[in-house]
């Protein structure tokens, strides 16, 4: 969820902080082979993972080696097989700091751009820090299929959406989707470099699926009906702050004109720059430059 340049405070705060193994969350069983990891730290992100015949794959691995190693213990208490596959939604640290606690011999796959930012991401931070990450051995540009016999995963880049390059990860035979960012449960999301009108567009395309259970980037395990609130809560802002563009509305006429009174359980996180003003002073920046 941070944005870069969040990074440095974010690790410094949460890299110190040691949590107890029995804390833990527990993975749930949503589908045959397939487990929802949900976080109990609002700053490190959910994980998805399936177990095949021969090995697992996993779907996002948490802030930092602690975070990496409670989501490991979870796996474990579920198989013992050989972690083969992990995909990461996109470059945030939160999303793929557990890389190499959790499969340090499995084959990183994300899109071609999240593993060119990450790689600048690891040039940005001090060489004690970068150990955790490990940026994708293998990268596609649309869409690819990994068979995890005998079930399979369909990885596939939306468009430009939370960041330019996120993947999402579609497990037919269970009707899941794992989202990435591109999808928080009652919140306002943070925005990167990315476009609030694909990613309209993108959550269209999902909820056209036949899905049964969400995986959010971010907090509790979603139905489609509670994904579909988060589409409404983006395209009403976006009509929003567009009617008001139109009309030669200033920014901070933007921020102080918005109505999301719909949308008042949201959470809003200003430190991650994830609130209702936040997210209309981004799709206005993003009208703006389209014009
Ligand atoms: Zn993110």
Redesign the pocket.
């Known amino acids: ?2 944005p870069l340049r969040k990074l440095v405070l974010f690790t410094a705060v949460c890299g110190a902080l040691a949590i107890p193994a029995f804390s833990a969350p527990q993975a749930q069983p949503i589908g045959p082979g397939l487990y929802a990891y949900i976080s109990d730290n609002d700053s490190s992100a959910n994980s998805t993972f399936l177990v095949g015949e021969k090995g697992i794959l996993v779907v996002d691995t948490g802030l930092n080696q602690q975070e990496g190693a409670q989501l490991l213990h979870a796996i474990r208490e579920v198989s013992a097989l050989p972690v083969q596959y992990i995909v990461n939604t ?1 470059y ?1 640290p ?2 793929q700091g557990g890389n190499s606690a959790v499969g340090p011999n499995a084959t990183v796959i994300s899109t071609g751009w999240t593993r060119e930012h990450t790689v600048a991401m690891l040039n940005s931070l001090p060489a004690s820090e970068r150990g955790r990450f490990r940026p994708a051995d293998l990268t596609f540009q649309q869409r690819i299929t990994i068979h995890l016999e005998p079930y399979e995963a369909d990885i596939y880049f939306p468009g430009k959406a ?2 330019s390059g996120d993947a999402l990860v579609y497990f037919p035979h269970q009707k899941t989707i794992a989202m ?2 591109l999808f928080l449960n009652r919140s306002s999301p ?1 925005m ?1 470099q990315g476009s609030a009108k694909n990613w309209i567009e993108a959550l269209d395309d999902v909820l056209k699926l036949p899905i049964e259970h969400v995986v959010p ?1 971010h907090f509790e395990l979603a139905t489609k009906a509670e994904l579909a609130r988060f589409r409404n809560y983006l395209n009403d802002l976006y009509q929003q702050v567009y009617a008001m563009t139109e009309k030669g509305a200033t920014l901070e006429q933007v921020k102080q004109g918005i109505h999301m009174q719909s949308y008042q359980d949201f959470r809003q996180y200003p430190k991650f720059e994830a609130t209702f003003a936040d997210n209309a002073a981004t799709i206005y920046r993003q009208i703006k430059e389209q014009k």
């Open positions: 969820m941070p996109h945030h939160d999303h939370h960041t990435g960012d943070a990167d980037g």
